[in-house]
């Protein structure tokens, strides 16, 4: 049973080195290729066909308080918003709480949208004023309560 977190390791790397990698590919050709996007479903299932509508729907929001230049990703999901933490690889959804947390999968569908968006540019930029932040994140944050 030693083994289990390397493993669980080797994969969450192969998924996200070959995320960034289709990315990188993509991003040079202007779209994603049809290989590519077998690819990803070959690697992410039914999770990439809900993060690749998420993204032909604009759903993914990339939040940008002025002045302080605090940003904040958002996914809008089919029940409510979802606040991502790319930095942390971090999602308030209930996939990420039973499945990504329990070494299931790595990525959720809205993380996974989050990181093909903000490599390949394909999110809605939103500006908002400093002074909004708190609440908005109170309204974000409210939804795991």
């Known amino acids: 049973m030693t083994n289990r977190p390397e493993k669980t390791n080797e994969i969450e790397i192969n998924e996200i080195d070959t995320l960034y990698a289709v990315c990188r590919q993509a991003k040079a050709e202007g779209k994603l290729s049809g290989k590519n996007l077998t690819g990803l479903y070959d690697l992410f299932g039914q999770r990439f066909t809900k993060a690749l509508e998420a993204l032909k729907e604009n759903r993914v929001k990339k939040y940008t308080f002025r002045p302080s230049n605090r940003v904040v990703w958002i996914v809008v999901g089919r029940e409510r918003d979802y606040l991502i933490m790319a930095e942390a690889d971090?999602?308030?959804?209930?996939?990420?709480?039973?499945?990504?947390?329990?070494?299931?999968?790595?990525?959720?569908?809205?993380?996974?949208a989050q990181k093909i968006a903000r490599n390949l540019g394909w999110f809605a930029p939103i500006d908002e004023n400093d002074e909004l932040y708190e609440s908005l994140m109170d309204e974000w944050k409210k939804a795991t309560t």
Do not use: W
């Open 90 to 112: 971090f999602c308030t959804c209930d996939d990420f709480y039973f499945r990504v947390l329990d070494k299931k999968i790595h990525l959720c569908y809205h993380l996974l």
